[in-house]
């Protein structure tokens, strides 16, 4: 009998659906599909469907996708056989022999009845979710395998979907303690620098920008990130708010200890007791200087910033500044540098002046410290004026005494050097060691039996040849070589009268 009930009608309705359906007859057999339940199932004709359920199972296994929905034990067409009416069963369907599903169907069914109220035709209703499936679970492994800590909400009631394990990472929180729960009870946006603009843009699904924000999580008392917003459409058509995070426990650290670090350098910069200045590569243009300059120079930080030692008129002599400048440009660093320096009031110093290249907050700098060194030259220079008085006439001291003033005068180099001795006689190298030995002219004359003006001629001449202008640098010459008098007496002589001597 049901072979001849015309369903003509009924297909021509169904021909028009965009959905999938399938019309099967009371006895089993499948009497019609549309063009969308053959797509549906990969096939073009009815007979690779199947003439009736048992070549359809043969042909097709399904499974539901998921979990069987609770008080249903067995399959949608087992179902839709026994007359159950059911509505949006998630099927995964695969052809048989199959290694994995290849379509997934979202199923109702739907019974006919006959006037008497007995089913007349039964019904099933495919929607093809295939493709959205497939990209839900792109989206998921993209999702998922994203080192970026991220996590979902639904705009709809404002409730974490999905989260992945970056962001499980970063906050320590399990996954069950987070999805399920509203993005305020987590409240990814705890003390969010913006948060009344967050918020307002999280309610009307618009973008939040980045901003930093302080999440409350398990094991921390704070964790500081930027957090960001960005309205997506997942895959089943729900409207979501997808949130980024990156975290700022590196960068807050690092900024703290640069920010101890600065603070370090300038106490260290007032601190030192050494005049030091900062200034711009080119030019050295003033940056900073330290209470240590202000006190030798007198100038403040404010009256040098922005001028250069040229427009103060800091040293005293120009060509010693080109070279200093010359050198540290070519070097990159200076040490021990003597230079004369012009303070505020007009009064010169001598100074050792050290400088090096840094790099400052990004900033390429000259670090300049100076020495005054004014009360110690004046101390050497009177020192020496002493020792050239005292060895005019050297045979008041004895050797011992002698040898610790040429030191003083000129502190003896390693190793005896041979340089200029070539040139002279055999004379002058004995009048040499003579005056080496301490020996005066008159001493010299008697002991080489010369005359008193030959002996001052060939002193003249260790003098013309030897480049040396002062008797007692003289000494120093002779002895830093070995030449000395073996003649001359130890002891203390007794003193001469003055002019015994001889300049």
Same mark, same amino acid.
């Given at each position: 009998m049901? *072979?001849?009930?015309?369903?003509s $009608?009924?297909?021509?309705?169904i021909?028009?659906?965009?959905?999938?359906?399938i019309?099967i007859?009371?006895?089993?057999?499948?009497?019609?599909?549309?063009? *969308? #339940?053959?797509?549906a199932?990969?096939?073009?004709?009815?007979?690779?469907?199947?003439?009736?359920?048992?070549?359809?199972?043969r042909?097709?296994?399904?499974?539901?996708?998921?979990?069987?929905?609770?008080? &249903?034990?067995?399959?949608?067409?087992?179902?839709?056989?026994a007359? %159950?009416a059911?509505?949006?069963?998630?099927?995964?369907?695969?052809?048989a022999?199959?290694?994995?599903?290849?379509?997934?169907?979202r199923?109702r069914?739907?019974?006919?009845?006959?006037p &008497?109220?007995?089913?007349?035709?039964?019904?099933l209703?495919?929607?093809d979710?295939?493709?959205?499936y497939?990209?839900? %679970?792109?989206?998921e492994?993209?999702?998922?395998?994203?080192?970026a800590? #991220?996590?979902i909400?639904?705009?709809?009631d404002?409730?974490?979907?999905r989260v992945?394990?970056?962001?499980?990472d970063l906050?320590?929180y399990?996954?069950?303690?987070?999805?399920g +729960?509203?993005v305020?009870?987590?409240?990814?946006?705890?003390?969010?620098? $913006?948060?009344?603009?967050?918020?307002?843009?999280l309610? #009307?699904?618009?973008?939040?920008?980045?901003? %930093?924000?302080c999440?409350?999580?398990?094991?921390?008392?704070?964790?500081?990130?930027?957090? &960001? !917003?960005?309205?997506?459409?997942?895959?089943?058509?729900?409207?979501?708010?997808?949130?980024?995070?990156?975290d700022?426990?590196? +960068?807050r650290?690092a %900024?703290?200890?640069?920010?101890?670090?600065?603070?370090?350098?300038?106490?260290?910069?007032?601190?030192?007791?050494?005049?030091?200045?900062?200034?711009?590569?080119?030019?050295?243009?003033?940056f900073?200087?330290?209470?240590?300059?202000?006190?030798?120079?007198?100038y403040?930080?404010?009256?040098? +910033?922005?001028?250069?030692?040229t427009?103060? !008129?800091?040293?005293?002599?120009?060509?010693l500044?080109?070279?200093?400048?010359?050198?540290?440009g070519?070097?990159?660093?200076?040490?021990?540098?003597e230079?004369?320096?012009? *303070?505020?009031d007009?009064g010169?110093?001598?100074?050792?002046?050290a400088?090096?290249?840094v790099?400052?907050?990004?900033?390429?700098?000259?670090l300049?410290t100076?020495?005054?060194?004014?009360?110690?030259?004046?101390?050497?220079?009177e020192?020496?004026e002493a020792?050239?008085?005292a060895?005019?006439?050297?045979s008041?001291?004895?050797?011992?005494?002698?040898?610790k003033?040429?030191?003083?005068? $000129?502190?003896?180099?390693?190793?005896?050097? &041979?340089?200029?001795?070539?040139?002279?006689?055999?004379?002058?190298?004995?009048?040499?060691?003579?005056v080496?030995?301490g020996?005066s002219?008159?001493?010299?004359?008697?002991?080489?039996?010369?005359?008193r003006?030959?002996?001052r001629n060939?002193?003249?001449?260790?003098?013309?040849?030897?480049?040396?202008?002062?008797?007692?640098?003289?000494?120093?010459?002779?002895?830093?070589?070995?030449?000395?008098?073996?003649? $001359?007496q130890?002891?203390?002589?007794?003193?001469?009268?003055?002019g015994?001597s001889?300049?």
């Amino acid at each position: 009998m049901t *072979a001849t009930v015309d369903r003509s $009608q009924l297909q021509q309705i169904i021909d028009g659906l965009s959905e999938g359906v399938i019309l099967i007859e009371t006895d089993h057999t499948i009497t019609y599909a549309n063009e *969308a #339940a053959l797509a549906a199932h990969g096939v073009t004709r009815l007979e690779e469907l199947g003439a009736d359920i048992t070549a359809y199972r043969r042909n097709f296994v399904a499974h539901y996708h998921d979990h069987q929905p609770s008080g &249903a034990s067995h399959t949608p067409v087992e179902r839709v056989l026994a007359g %159950e009416a059911f509505r949006d069963a998630l099927v995964e369907v695969a052809t048989a022999g199959a290694a994995t599903p290849r379509w997934v169907h979202r199923i109702r069914s739907l019974v006919i009845t006959d006037p &008497a109220g007995l089913p007349d035709c039964l019904v099933l209703i495919i929607h093809d979710e295939t493709e959205r499936y497939e990209a839900e %679970e792109r989206f998921e492994r993209a999702f998922s395998a994203n080192p970026a800590p #991220a996590a979902i909400c639904r705009l709809a009631d404002l409730r974490l979907i999905r989260v992945n394990q970056g962001f499980l990472d970063l906050t320590g929180y399990a996954r069950e303690d987070v999805v399920g +729960r509203s993005v305020y009870e987590v409240d990814v946006l705890r003390q969010a620098e $913006q948060r009344d603009l967050a918020i307002g843009c999280l309610n #009307a699904g618009r973008t939040i920008p980045q901003m %930093e924000a302080c999440l409350r999580v398990p094991h921390d008392p704070e964790k500081w990130v930027i957090v &960001a !917003g960005q309205p997506i459409e997942m895959p089943s058509d729900e409207r979501c708010m997808l949130f980024t995070f990156a975290d700022l426990e590196d +960068r807050r650290k690092a %900024e703290m200890a640069l920010q101890h670090s600065q603070e370090y350098l300038t106490k260290a910069f007032q601190l030192s007791p050494a005049p030091t200045a900062l200034g711009s590569r080119e030019g050295f243009v003033f940056f900073d200087v330290n209470e240590a300059f202000a006190a030798t120079f007198g100038y403040t930080a404010d009256e040098l +910033r922005g001028r250069s030692p040229t427009d103060m !008129g800091l040293w005293a002599d120009a060509a010693l500044q080109e070279r200093f400048e010359r050198t540290l440009g070519r070097k990159g660093s200076v040490r021990n540098f003597e230079g004369r320096l012009r *303070a505020k009031d007009g009064g010169e110093l001598d100074c050792l002046v050290a400088a090096e290249l840094v790099t400052i907050d990004g900033k390429a700098l000259v670090l300049c410290t100076m020495q005054d060194i004014t009360e110690r030259r004046r101390s050497e220079n009177e020192l020496v004026e002493a020792i050239e008085a005292a060895m005019t006439d050297a045979s008041w001291f004895s050797r011992g005494v002698l040898d610790k003033l040429a030191a003083l005068r $000129q502190p003896r180099r390693a190793g005896p050097a &041979a340089g200029g001795l070539d040139d002279l006689t055999r004379r002058e190298r004995e009048i040499l060691a003579q005056v080496g030995g301490g020996a005066s002219d008159a001493e010299i004359s008697e002991r080489l039996k010369l005359s008193r003006l030959t002996v001052r001629n060939h002193v003249a001449a260790l003098y013309r040849k030897l480049g040396i202008k002062r008797r007692s640098n003289l000494v120093v010459f002779a002895r830093d070589r070995g030449l000395t008098s073996t003649e $001359q007496q130890r002891g203390t002589r007794k003193p001469r009268r003055s002019g015994a001597s001889e300049p």
